[in-house]
Protein backbone atom coordinates (compact mmCIF):
# COMPACT_ATOMS: atom_id res chain seq x y z
CA UNK A 1 0.00 0.00 0.00
CA UNK A 2 1.44 3.09 -0.70
CA UNK A 3 1.20 5.85 1.91
CA UNK A 4 -0.47 8.78 1.56
CA UNK A 5 0.81 11.40 3.24
CA UNK A 6 4.23 13.25 2.69
CA UNK A 7 5.68 12.35 6.38
CA UNK A 8 4.52 8.85 5.63
CA UNK A 9 6.01 8.86 2.23
CA UNK A 10 9.33 10.00 3.79
CA UNK A 11 9.63 7.13 6.13
CA UNK A 12 8.80 4.63 4.33
CA UNK A 13 11.59 5.69 1.65
CA UNK A 14 13.94 5.93 4.52
CA UNK A 15 12.84 2.71 5.30
CA UNK A 16 14.05 1.74 1.73
CA UNK A 17 17.33 3.45 1.87
CA UNK A 18 18.01 1.77 5.38
CA UNK A 19 16.90 -1.69 4.38
CA UNK A 20 19.27 -0.98 0.89
CA UNK A 21 22.71 -0.06 2.38
CA UNK A 22 22.69 -2.83 5.15
CA UNK A 23 22.38 -5.37 2.15
CA UNK A 24 25.27 -3.77 0.41
CA UNK A 25 27.16 -3.41 3.10
CA UNK A 26 28.22 0.13 2.70
CA UNK A 27 27.71 1.10 6.38
CA UNK A 28 31.14 -1.26 7.09
CA UNK A 29 34.09 0.45 8.69
CA UNK A 30 36.04 -0.83 5.37
CA UNK A 31 33.94 -1.44 2.23
CA UNK A 32 33.99 -4.68 1.45
CA UNK A 33 36.58 -5.83 3.15
CA UNK A 34 38.52 -3.62 2.10
CA UNK A 35 40.83 -0.61 3.86
CA UNK A 36 38.40 2.46 1.89
CA UNK A 37 35.42 3.66 3.18
CA UNK A 38 32.49 4.18 0.76
CA UNK A 39 33.69 8.13 -0.60
CA UNK A 40 37.35 6.69 -1.14
CA UNK A 41 36.08 3.77 -3.15
CA UNK A 42 33.78 5.46 -5.61
CA UNK A 43 37.46 8.20 -6.53
CA UNK A 44 39.01 5.12 -7.33
CA UNK A 45 35.90 3.47 -9.50
CA UNK A 46 35.57 6.91 -11.06
CA UNK A 47 39.72 7.53 -11.55
CA UNK A 48 39.72 3.56 -13.05
CA UNK A 49 37.11 4.39 -15.76
CA UNK A 50 38.21 7.77 -16.99
CA UNK A 51 42.04 9.18 -16.58
CA UNK A 52 41.11 12.83 -18.22
CA UNK A 53 39.29 13.69 -14.85
CA UNK A 54 39.87 16.98 -12.58
CA UNK A 55 39.66 17.67 -9.39
CA UNK A 56 36.95 19.87 -10.03
CA UNK A 57 35.43 17.55 -12.75
CA UNK A 58 35.55 15.44 -10.54
CA UNK A 59 33.85 17.17 -7.64
CA UNK A 60 30.92 17.61 -9.83
CA UNK A 61 30.92 14.54 -10.95
CA UNK A 62 30.40 13.37 -7.35
CA UNK A 63 28.29 15.69 -5.73
CA UNK A 64 30.86 16.28 -3.32
CA UNK A 65 32.37 19.62 -1.51
CA UNK A 66 35.84 20.27 -2.79
CA UNK A 67 37.16 20.66 0.51
CA UNK A 68 36.39 17.49 1.29
CA UNK A 69 37.49 16.27 -1.53
CA UNK A 70 40.54 17.76 -1.78
CA UNK A 71 41.42 16.13 1.66
CA UNK A 72 40.40 12.85 0.13
CA UNK A 73 42.52 12.94 -2.47
CA UNK A 74 45.76 14.30 -0.34
CA UNK A 75 44.95 11.34 1.40
CA UNK A 76 45.15 8.77 -1.16
CA UNK A 77 48.33 10.37 -3.08
CA UNK A 78 49.95 10.15 0.24
CA UNK A 79 49.15 6.31 -0.17
CA UNK A 80 50.75 6.32 -3.45
CA UNK A 81 47.13 5.35 -5.15
CA UNK A 82 46.96 8.35 -7.07
CA UNK A 83 49.14 10.69 -9.53
CA UNK A 84 48.28 14.32 -10.78
CA UNK A 85 49.78 14.95 -14.45
CA UNK A 86 49.57 17.99 -16.47
CA UNK A 87 47.48 17.57 -19.58
CA UNK A 88 49.24 17.69 -22.95
CA UNK A 89 46.71 20.63 -24.27
CA UNK A 90 47.02 22.68 -21.26
CA UNK A 91 49.56 22.79 -19.01
CA UNK A 92 47.46 25.05 -16.36
CA UNK A 93 45.10 21.26 -16.18
CA UNK A 94 46.03 18.84 -13.72
CA UNK A 95 44.95 15.51 -14.26
CA UNK A 96 43.91 12.67 -11.71
CA UNK A 97 45.07 8.93 -12.51
CA UNK A 98 45.63 6.27 -10.59
CA UNK A 99 48.62 4.68 -10.42
CA UNK A 100 49.73 1.37 -11.05
CA UNK A 101 49.88 1.02 -6.95
CA UNK A 102 46.07 2.29 -6.94
CA UNK A 103 44.84 0.03 -10.29
CA UNK A 104 46.14 -3.10 -8.07
CA UNK A 105 43.90 -1.69 -4.91
CA UNK A 106 41.20 -1.15 -7.10
CA UNK A 107 40.92 -4.80 -9.19
CA UNK A 108 39.69 -6.44 -5.71
CA UNK A 109 37.71 -3.88 -4.83
CA UNK A 110 35.85 -3.73 -7.92
CA UNK A 111 35.90 -7.61 -8.43
CA UNK A 112 34.08 -8.19 -4.48
CA UNK A 113 31.38 -5.44 -5.59
CA UNK A 114 30.96 -7.62 -8.58
CA UNK A 115 30.66 -10.56 -6.70
CA UNK A 116 28.81 -9.31 -3.92
CA UNK A 117 25.68 -8.08 -6.45
CA UNK A 118 26.09 -11.73 -8.44
CA UNK A 119 25.44 -13.18 -5.03
CA UNK A 120 21.98 -11.06 -4.67
CA UNK A 121 21.10 -11.53 -7.90
CA UNK A 122 21.45 -15.20 -7.65
CA UNK A 123 19.14 -15.93 -4.40
CA UNK A 124 16.13 -14.72 -6.91
CA UNK A 125 14.63 -16.15 -9.82
CA UNK A 126 15.22 -15.05 -13.23
CA UNK A 127 11.13 -13.16 -13.03
CA UNK A 128 12.33 -11.16 -9.50
CA UNK A 129 15.71 -10.31 -11.48
CA UNK A 130 13.83 -8.86 -14.30
CA UNK A 131 11.56 -6.68 -11.27
CA UNK A 132 14.56 -5.33 -9.50
CA UNK A 133 15.91 -4.40 -12.49
CA UNK A 134 13.16 -2.66 -13.78
CA UNK A 135 12.11 -1.44 -10.31
CA UNK A 136 16.27 0.45 -10.15
CA UNK A 137 15.37 1.72 -14.24
CA UNK A 138 11.99 3.49 -12.99
CA UNK A 139 13.89 5.04 -9.88
CA UNK A 140 16.73 5.77 -11.76
CA UNK A 141 14.45 7.64 -14.46
CA UNK A 142 13.05 9.53 -11.35
CA UNK A 143 16.03 11.01 -9.80
CA UNK A 144 18.76 11.29 -12.15
CA UNK A 145 17.34 15.02 -12.83
CA UNK A 146 18.08 17.58 -10.46
CA UNK A 147 20.46 15.51 -7.97
CA UNK A 148 20.28 17.66 -4.56
CA UNK A 149 24.05 17.18 -4.65
CA UNK A 150 25.19 17.30 -8.15
CA UNK A 151 26.51 20.82 -8.42
CA UNK A 152 29.63 21.96 -6.78
CA UNK A 153 27.71 23.68 -4.13
CA UNK A 154 25.54 22.44 -1.15
CA UNK A 155 22.62 23.84 0.77
CA UNK A 156 22.44 23.51 4.06
CA UNK A 157 20.20 25.22 6.83
CA UNK A 158 21.80 27.95 8.66
CA UNK A 159 24.04 28.12 11.71
CA UNK A 160 25.22 30.14 14.46
CA UNK A 161 27.10 33.24 12.39
CA UNK A 162 25.02 33.18 9.56
CA UNK A 163 23.19 35.92 10.01
CA UNK A 164 26.12 37.88 10.37
CA UNK A 165 27.37 36.81 6.91
CA UNK A 166 24.15 38.02 5.32
CA UNK A 167 23.78 41.27 6.85
CA UNK A 168 27.48 41.84 5.61
CA UNK A 169 27.16 40.59 2.18
CA UNK A 170 24.58 42.25 1.20
CA UNK A 171 25.43 45.46 2.47
CA UNK A 172 29.13 45.29 0.63
CA UNK A 173 28.17 43.67 -2.77
CA UNK A 174 24.67 46.10 -3.32
CA UNK A 175 27.62 48.25 -2.41
CA UNK A 176 29.92 48.04 -4.81
CA UNK A 177 26.97 46.91 -7.27
CA UNK A 178 23.99 49.38 -7.35
CA UNK A 179 25.94 51.98 -5.23
CA UNK A 180 22.85 51.32 -2.37
CA UNK A 181 23.87 53.12 1.30
CA UNK A 182 23.62 51.74 4.88
CA UNK A 183 20.33 51.80 4.85
CA UNK A 184 19.55 48.72 2.94
CA UNK A 185 22.16 47.10 5.24
CA UNK A 186 20.13 48.01 7.94
CA UNK A 187 17.07 46.89 6.67
CA UNK A 188 18.77 43.30 5.68
CA UNK A 189 19.58 43.14 9.38
CA UNK A 190 16.06 44.01 10.49
CA UNK A 191 14.81 40.79 8.34
CA UNK A 192 17.67 38.89 9.96
CA UNK A 193 16.69 39.96 13.25
CA UNK A 194 13.19 39.19 12.65
CA UNK A 195 13.85 35.72 11.25
CA UNK A 196 15.45 34.85 14.73
CA UNK A 197 13.37 36.06 16.79
CA UNK A 198 10.08 34.83 15.26
CA UNK A 199 11.40 31.63 13.42
CA UNK A 200 8.82 28.90 13.17
CA UNK A 201 10.84 25.70 11.88
CA UNK A 202 7.85 24.60 10.56
CA UNK A 203 6.63 27.20 8.28
CA UNK A 204 9.82 29.03 8.02
CA UNK A 205 13.45 28.32 6.32
CA UNK A 206 16.87 29.54 5.89
CA UNK A 207 19.52 28.03 3.46
CA UNK A 208 22.77 28.90 3.28
CA UNK A 209 25.18 27.93 0.21
CA UNK A 210 28.78 26.42 0.44
CA UNK A 211 31.28 25.79 -1.97
CA UNK A 212 34.52 24.89 -1.43
CA UNK A 213 33.74 24.99 2.35
CA UNK A 214 33.20 29.02 1.51
CA UNK A 215 29.68 30.34 1.89
CA UNK A 216 28.42 31.50 -1.53
CA UNK A 217 24.78 32.59 -1.05
CA UNK A 218 21.50 32.57 0.81
CA UNK A 219 17.83 32.69 0.25
CA UNK A 220 14.96 32.42 3.55
CA UNK A 221 11.03 31.95 2.65
CA UNK A 222 9.40 33.46 5.96
CA UNK A 223 5.59 33.26 6.91
CA UNK A 224 3.36 36.22 5.65
CA UNK A 225 0.41 34.56 6.91
CA UNK A 226 -1.81 31.74 7.05
CA UNK A 227 -1.44 31.31 2.91
CA UNK A 228 1.46 33.33 1.89
CA UNK A 229 4.79 33.38 2.31
CA UNK A 230 7.75 35.49 1.39
CA UNK A 231 10.84 34.38 -0.58
CA UNK A 232 13.57 37.15 0.88
CA UNK A 233 17.39 37.58 0.60
CA UNK A 234 18.30 35.70 -2.58
CA UNK A 235 22.03 36.33 -2.68
CA UNK A 236 24.70 34.34 -4.81
CA UNK A 237 28.16 35.95 -4.77
CA UNK A 238 29.99 36.43 -7.58
CA UNK A 239 32.62 33.98 -7.56
CA UNK A 240 29.49 30.98 -7.86
CA UNK A 241 27.45 32.89 -10.41
CA UNK A 242 26.94 30.95 -13.53
CA UNK A 243 26.50 27.37 -11.78
CA UNK A 244 22.84 27.39 -11.39
CA UNK A 245 22.70 28.25 -7.70
CA UNK A 246 20.72 31.14 -7.52
CA UNK A 247 17.70 28.71 -9.53
CA UNK A 248 18.62 25.95 -7.01
CA UNK A 249 18.01 28.50 -4.01
CA UNK A 250 14.88 29.57 -5.47
CA UNK A 251 13.76 26.14 -6.51
CA UNK A 252 14.23 25.26 -2.51
CA UNK A 253 12.29 27.75 -1.24
CA UNK A 254 9.39 26.99 -4.00
CA UNK A 255 9.77 23.18 -2.49
CA UNK A 256 9.41 23.90 1.14
CA UNK A 257 6.78 26.83 0.61
CA UNK A 258 4.66 24.43 -1.03
CA UNK A 259 5.32 21.40 1.74
CA UNK A 260 4.37 23.67 4.37
CA UNK A 261 0.71 24.41 3.03
CA UNK A 262 1.43 27.93 1.69
CA UNK A 263 -0.72 28.74 -1.86
CA UNK A 264 0.82 32.05 -2.58
CA UNK A 265 4.69 32.78 -2.72
CA UNK A 266 5.53 36.18 -2.79
CA UNK A 267 8.56 38.00 -3.57
CA UNK A 268 9.34 42.15 -3.50
CA UNK A 269 12.66 43.17 -5.31
CA UNK A 270 13.38 46.62 -7.64
CA UNK A 271 13.00 46.21 -11.35
CA UNK A 272 17.32 47.00 -11.63
CA UNK A 273 17.99 43.53 -10.56
CA UNK A 274 17.40 41.91 -14.42
CA UNK A 275 19.35 38.86 -13.11
CA UNK A 276 17.63 38.19 -10.21
CA UNK A 277 14.25 38.75 -12.28
CA UNK A 278 15.01 36.51 -14.99
CA UNK A 279 15.23 33.56 -12.52
CA UNK A 280 11.93 34.60 -10.90
CA UNK A 281 10.73 34.54 -14.56
CA UNK A 282 11.91 31.01 -15.33
CA UNK A 283 10.20 29.34 -11.73
CA UNK A 284 7.14 31.09 -12.74
CA UNK A 285 6.82 33.81 -10.93
CA UNK A 286 4.61 36.80 -12.04
CA UNK A 287 5.13 40.58 -11.41
CA UNK A 288 1.61 41.67 -9.87
CA UNK A 289 2.39 44.80 -8.84
CA UNK A 290 5.69 47.67 -9.08
CA UNK A 291 5.62 51.30 -7.61
CA UNK A 292 8.44 53.76 -7.60
CA UNK A 293 9.78 54.80 -4.70
CA UNK A 294 13.25 56.09 -3.26
CA UNK A 295 15.73 54.34 -1.26
CA UNK A 296 19.39 53.70 -0.18
CA UNK A 297 20.07 56.54 -1.95
CA UNK A 298 18.51 55.85 -5.01
CA UNK A 299 15.23 56.41 -6.99
CA UNK A 300 13.76 53.12 -7.92
CA UNK A 301 10.94 50.52 -8.78
CA UNK A 302 9.96 47.91 -6.50
CA UNK A 303 8.32 45.48 -8.18
CA UNK A 304 6.34 42.66 -6.09
CA UNK A 305 6.38 38.92 -7.63
CA UNK A 306 3.71 35.95 -7.28
CA UNK A 307 4.08 32.58 -7.54
CA UNK A 308 0.85 30.25 -7.04
CA UNK A 309 1.71 26.91 -5.72
Same mark, same amino acid.
Request: net charge negative; hydrophobic share 40%; proline share 3%.
Given at each position: ???? @???? !???? &???? #? ?7 ? +? ?56 ? !? ?9 ? &? &? ?5 ? !? ?10 ? /? ?18 ? *? ?44 ? #? ?10 ? *?????? %? ?11 ? #? ?7 ? +???? /?????? =? ?16 ? =? ?6 ? *????? %?? @??? =? ?5 ? +??? !???? @? ?28
Amino acid at each position: MIPE @TLAE !RVDA &LRQF #NRLFTRRIG +VLREGLLHTPFGLAEARVLYELAQRDDLTAAALGRELGLDQGYLSRLLGKLEQQGLLE !RTRAEDDARRL &L &LRLTPAG !RDAFAPLDQRAR /DEIADLLGGLSDVEQRRLLE *ATQTISGLLEHGLKYAEPFVLRPHEPGDMGWVIHRHGVLYRQEYGW #NEHFEALVAQIC *ADFITN %YDPEREHCWIAEM #NSAIVGSAF +VVKA /DETTAK =LRLLLVEPSARGLGLGAA =LIDACIRF *ARRSG %YT @TLR =LWTNSIL +VAA !RHLY @TRAGFVLVDEEPHHSYGHDLVGETWELKL
